[in-house]
């Protein structure tokens, strides 16, 4: 029996790596280059990507769901996520295409809602530095300014009815 070629024992580990949770191809590259050389890494990486274990596109989008719709951030944040996660400008963008700005704002005033609204509304605030930490906070979170003014004046106008 002869001994396993380092393309092969890199396979295996890509295998398995590609077993505990998704990966995008430049991800993987990095994964592998810890053990194995760059050329292996890269051949490796795209083997999966051929066999269709890798999907940079399925990645992004699940990614996208994932720091959008669980985790609450806005698109800016998700997409400098993304990013550290090696997918590429043009994949990020066509995962984040899918939520718009109806999206961003629903999900900044159901925020509003639940985390901020007896801070918000009950003491009337607008303008104060309570307001101004409140849009800091969401800015933080990656959602744009004229989101947040929209998802504010939003919910404002529910708490008045």
Known sequence: MSKPNELEIAKRRAMYLIGGRDYGRNELIEKL??????ETAVSVADLMCEYGYVNDERYAEKLAHNYIK?????K??????????????????NALSQYTEEDMVA????????????RLF???????????????ALARRGYGYNDIKSALYAVRDEFEE
């Open 33 to 38: 280059r810890n053990n194995y050389s760059e």
């Open 70 to 74: 669980v985790r609450r951030y806005g």
């Open 76 to 93: 800016s944040r998700a997409a400098m996520m993304m990013k550290q996660k090696g997918l590429e400008r043009d994949t990020i963008d």
């Open 107 to 118: 999900e900044i005033a159901d925020i509003l809602r639940k985390k901020y609204a007896d």
């Open 122 to 136: 009950l003491k009337g605030l607008e303008g104060k530095k309570e307001m101004q930490k409140i849009i800091a």
